[in-house]
């Protein structure tokens, strides 16, 4: 189906970062012109006067299912949350658990504006696999493996992931499986070298925690001599195929293994502030180190929201307070880290609004009283909130259409979530 979208403001993040007010079309599910104004027929028309079009959010880091932890367990020390709720919990997982959560999860990522995200989970993936499909959205897929944490063998761990890629790649185009060794203290050496070469051998993309808090930095110092960063650069691991989600507690010759390597790595300040983690990842060192840098949620359960537009203004002004500078990071740095950035490292061609582009377009009222006066549209993700959202496209596919999902029953989801919580968590 043909769709033009009329009379837009919108935020390109083309080549030259060009925000015009004009017509975007759309044939089979890909963008085929921007342009002040578009003449012909196309079978479904937006009219998007008084509206910002900003390209579909990439959520760089998350864990979906564990939507059904939203406020569970709040106000604990984070060894105490982990070991006394989170992973109980986690051992009762079933399918329906995980089904529940992720549409939840989806759910609540469009209506902020994401279209797209980088998930790691450890169980039932098919049932995420199967969300994203039947929902419309994007993502990037991996099976959280960790042998030393779970206290399985390096092979059994691996053959998790290995399933899961064989089972849904080329499913389709807007799913990708990724390999998701857990993190390097909770993956045994050999498993990490594992999923590694399979990535490699098959084109696929490595997603992996490292560095989020202090404690992980002395544990690998003491117990293999080198920093997080060092040693997954000593197996090989970094380059830029690999997505990387924290690093906070970093070196400056860390910052510059990964700009070299070309990996990407996910910021994630609301959920590194409610854990309480301490560190500040150093995004300005990385920048200048020519990392790929992202933005992310991480799982709500350390959140409480998949809002990438508040991840964006956190990020901004963590940075901005962690130096005294204001300019330490540029606004046009954190959408380029929101948008283009993320679809870089996640491998899909989205990210931007512009010909050839995957048609993930996002519309927001701006006749809003949170966005009004209206000085400058870059800045606007200081003020914008999920209520402003209308319409968010997927591969040309309105998921959402005037406030509206188009296929996914809001309610029935909402509920069947609350009822799956209840019956996991039982406090
Ligand atoms: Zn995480």
Redo the contacts with the bound molecule.
Sequence with gaps: MDTLIRDALIITQNRNREIIRGDILIEDGKISKVAKSIHGGAEERIDASGKLAFPGLVNA???IPMSLFRGYAEGMRLHDWLEKKIWPAERRLKPAHVRAGSLLGILEMVRSGTTCFNE?YIAHMDEVCGAVLGSGMRASVGFGMFDLARKTSPEEEFKNGKSLAEKWSGKSPLLNISMAPHAPYTCSEELLLLAKEYARRNCLRLHI?VSETRKEVFDSLQQKGKRPIEYLHSLGMLDSETVL?HGSWVTKRESVLVGKSGASLSH?PV?NLKLATGGICPLREYLEAGANICLGT??TA?NNSHNMLETMKFAQLLQSHLYWDPLRISIQQVWDAATINGAKALGFNSGSIGPGKEADIVLADLRSCNLAPLHGPPSLFFSLHPGNITDVLIAGNPVLSEGKFTSLDEGKIIEEAQRQAEGLVGD
Aim: no cysteine; net charge negative; proline share 0%.
């Design positions: 880091h998350t864990h790691m925690h989600a994630n959920a991480d799982g350390s």
